[in-house]
């Protein structure tokens, strides 16, 4: 059993060009144990990429993201975790602030959104393609409509969506960024969504920012803290994730022109495309750490009480025990138990809702514009850096 006396790996790795993954995560995948990583900040954490090993660390109530708050843990992000979030609670605090708004994100009532996220892409559709035959498919499509759909649902007023996002990608960089310049974004967006929370306790109306004041003010279940916190993840990451991966999933497709002709022949593929697409590729770097609570094994690995791990989700998804030929995208995968949208207590809110955005546009797209290409090389295709999100900067497309 390996119990950590490893000459730790530099990280972040050197980074893959587009969308690829760095080859040294399916090395260390393939290798025996977890891998030890120097972290730019905070010191060593162990590595896990099998799919098996990362689905323990983030389902194991042995393993903790509280105990990550207000220390100098190793992390990709400069800036040490200090606000009390949905992301960095255990249950039960954990389970208690995500009920508030869980049912938004059921199933069945997003599926209610399917009429309203349909017009959304048509009107962005039509506005694009209006007599022309070229655009920025992230400007014109991917970013609007997700910032569009999560204002809505939210409750964010048409003239003020256009201040988040940037604070959102600021307050989330993990170089380019200075200390100072993250802490304005961040205070900018808790500020944002405090005062529309303010709004709505003096005017409530149908919409989940009316919802998280209820939780405060009415039922007591949220601290003011929560909610204004609860309020800006689902702001920030409803709407950044969706755009980098319809705009990466497009990139995908365009650059391997046989498997976007297969949906433009058969659109039906679409759903099953948008999962395969969802586990091949990258929008991150490696997770926010798992604290260990006592030792625990993870693959043939001890991880002592205190150690953190981090996982790469995206290296899981490729997992060869799991995925056969998991390097490839493949439209007629019978069984495909990928974890993008994470797993355990903090998989994905917003996984109905994102799925439903990327299928639709997906669908839209190969029926209306069968002829789509890239407008440039693959190789000029810019893509973002220093986030913790991977996709297109940018997406020239022509039709």
Known sequence: MTTGELTACPYPFPEAPALELAPEYGEFRRASGLARLEMPYGGQAWLATRLTDVKLVLADPRFSRAAALGRDIPRTMPMIESTTNILAMDPPEHSRVRRVVAKAFTARNVERLRPRVAAIIDDLLRRMTDGRTSADLVAELALPMSVTTISELLGVPEDQRDEFHEWSTTASAISGAS?????????????????????????????????????????????????????????????????????????????????????????????????????????????????????????????????????????????????????????????????????????????????????????????????????????????????????????????
């Open 179 to 399: 200390i100072d310049e993250i802490v304005a974004a961040t205070t900018a967006l808790r500020e944002f969504l405090a005062g529309l929370a303010a709004e709505r306790a003096k005017r409530p109306a149908d919409d989940l920012i009316s919802t998280l004041v209820t939780a405060r003010d009415e039922d007591g279940r949220l601290t003011e803290e929560e909610m204004v916190s609860l309020g800006t993840t689902i702001l920030s990451a409803g709407h950044e994730t969706t755009a980098n991966q319809l705009s990466g999933h497009v990139f995908t497709l365009l650059t391997q022109r046989e498997l976007w002709q297969r949906l433009v022949d058969d659109p039906d593929l679409v759903p099953s495309a948008v999962e395969e697409l969802l586990r091949l590729t990258p929008l991150g770097v490696v997770t926010f750490a798992r604290i260990a609570k006592e030792d625990v094994e993870v693959g043939g690995t001890l991880v002592r009480a205190g150690e953190s791990v981090v996982m790469q989700i995206a290296a899981a998804n490729r997992d060869e025990e799991v995925f056969r030929h998991g390097d490839e995208l493949d439209f007629d995968r019978e069984a495909n138990p990928h974890i993008a949208f994470g797993h355990g207590a903090h998989h994905c809110l917003g996984a109905p809702l994102a799925r439903l955005e990327l299928n639709t546009a997906l669908t839209e797209l190969v029926r209306r514009l069968p002829r789509l290409r890239l407008a440039v090389p693959p190789s000029e295709v810019v893509f973002k850096k220093g986030g913790l999100l991977r996709g297109p900067e940018s997406l020239p497309v022509a039709w």
